[in-house]
């Protein structure tokens, strides 16, 4: 069985950070592309990094650009977004998925159940 696990929300003043972190199991870690994306409160999902299988390779949102860093650690099938000088529209249910035939798209086949981060201005 497929199974992702974030953790690392919480609540954080804007200027702050957080680093997110996704365990994952049930499948090959590093045979996959991996995302994190978001839902905002009343706001639909959006696609904010992609990671490629070893690594090296990163994309991002423009919004986040600058300020967020994906990472992971196959050995520990463990995917991070280090998320630094968050603002309040950050404010979210982030969460990692992945599955997707393209860069930048919601349609990710497996996701985790979210981990929430609220930034106060």
């Known amino acids: 069985e497929v199974r992702l696990v974030e953790s690392g929300g919480g609540m954080v003043q804007s200027g702050g950070s957080l680093r997110l972190s996704c365990v994952a199991s049930?499948?090959?870690?590093?045979?996959?592309?991996m995302n994190w994306l978001r839902r905002a409160p009343g706001k639909g999902v959006e696609w904010i990094s992609g990671?490629?299988?070893?690594?090296?390779?990163?994309y991002y949102l423009n919004s986040v650009k600058g300020r967020f860093t994906a990472s992971r650690d196959n050995a520990k099938a463990t995917l991070y977004l280090q998320m630094n000088n968050l603002k309040p529209e950050d404010t979210a249910l982030y969460y990692c998925?992945?599955?997707?035939?393209?860069?930048?798209?919601?349609?990710?086949?497996?996701w985790g159940q979210g981990t929430q981060v609220t930034v106060s201005s």
């Open positions: 998925a992945f599955g997707g035939t393209q860069v930048g798209s919601i349609k990710q086949t497996y």
């Open positions: 049930g499948f090959v870690f590093s045979n996959f592309d």
């Open positions: 990671i490629s299988i070893s690594g090296n390779t990163t």
